[in-house]
């Protein structure tokens, strides 16, 4: 970030992971997490006039994921400035995408300590911007489960079924097999190491089943 | 809120339920939200300066809870102005906590429109000041499991072991029985309706276990 701070520390806090030395940037990424939060909440409230709380908050988890922020990390080549100890480094810290995001919250919370709320939110928009316009439609962020009840939900079906076909492996290895039944189509089935997982699963393979017909 | 709103169906937006009328509240909401959650962390941040992330995190969990919303609805007389539709006044809705503490968030919101940040920002801050004030300390806000297993460090001690005595009960109703096993002291036990929870429970017991002994 080019922005001069009237107190350096800050930023050099932002920048210091606790395996280099104290203080380091860890209550920064909790105020700018908040920040971040806020402002892509901003953002979306006003670019998207008719997402619902649901869809909103869907968007926001995706545009603030680990992935992006460790994006805009490389773009302002933090990483070239982050001080990570010795350990950290020899165990590839230096690459890891998680401390990456965590030092861009750090730095927003820095920039609104020591320039204000306009500065820091006005460096986020900017950040964000292009990457509000390519966010997909809120309805592909939702999970398959949800998607397959809206869709036999807005053609007046009744709701799929879940059922587990049968769980094996032992306690820390299992494998859960879940069947998803809807009238009128060939079961799906899934299997994954929690019920959960399999039933997004089952309910993912009904969905592209019943995309390859017409819609009835 | 005695503030006036220079655009009055901001205020009217935000006390109304989606079962009384379009637009509603959760818009609001979601951005009301992150306010909230940001004027908690910048005041945590700034009166618990020797707190972790992790000790934020639950401090603010506890800071901006339904409960403690739903409180601050009552004081400042909100209920009195919500715009429920029928349907939810018979169910009971008018008293739910969870209604009062979204309204709380969308007026914040909206007095953020209106009035902008510092305006919202200095009003929550004198909402939250007393109860800041009240907060417990922050471990002990932390889970049983947490609590023994820093318990046990901080001395020393082998860390605690958890194992499912037995599963009951038809798969919509399971009952857990697990034990808490920690070197040198009875085994404690648990039954709940989760192996997360029934472990919280067993935690809990050997918590108590320990603390009615000297401290080794």
């Known amino acids: ?7 350096p520390s800050l930023l050099t806090r932002a920048l210091t992971h606790r395996s280099h030395s104290a203080p380091h940037y860890e209550r920064l990424e909790f105020l700018g997490d908040s920040l971040l939060n806020l402002f ?6 006003e670019l998207r006039p008719h997402a619902d709380e649901g869809d909103l908050s869907r968007l926001r988890s995706r545009l603030v994921r680990d992935q992006t ?13 982050v001080r990570l100890g010795a350990g950290e480094i020899k165990s590839g ?20 300590l020591d320039a204000g709320f306009d500065a820091a939110r006005q460096r986020v928009r900017v950040l964000l ?3 509000m316009a390519s966010l997909p439609e809120a309805d ?3 999970d398959a489960k949800t998607q397959l009840q809206e869709w036999l939900q807005g053609r007046g079906q009744a ?3 879940y059922a587990v076909l049968n769980e094996t492996g032992a306690d820390h290895a299992k494998q859960f097999a879940v069947q998803c039944e809807v009238a009128g189509q060939t079961p799906t089935t899934a299997t994954a190491s929690s019920r959960r997982q399999a ?3 089952a309910a993912k393979a009904m969905l592209k089943q019943l995309s390859g017909r017409r819609p009835s």
């Open 199 to 201: 039933e997004q699963g």
């Open 93 to 112: 810290g230096f690459l890891r995408a998680s401390i990456l995001a965590d030092v861009v919250e750090a730095v927003i919370a820095a920039i609104y």
């Open 159 to 161: 709701l799929p079924t």
């Open 69 to 81: 922020l460790a994006e805009i990390a490389t773009e302002l080549q933090l990483g070239d400035h």
């Open 129 to 131: 911007a292009d990457r």
């Open 40 to 45: 892509a909440a901003e953002m979306l409230f």
């Open 140 to 142: 592909a962020l939702k």
């Open 1 to 7: 970030m080019t922005t001069p701070f009237s107190d």
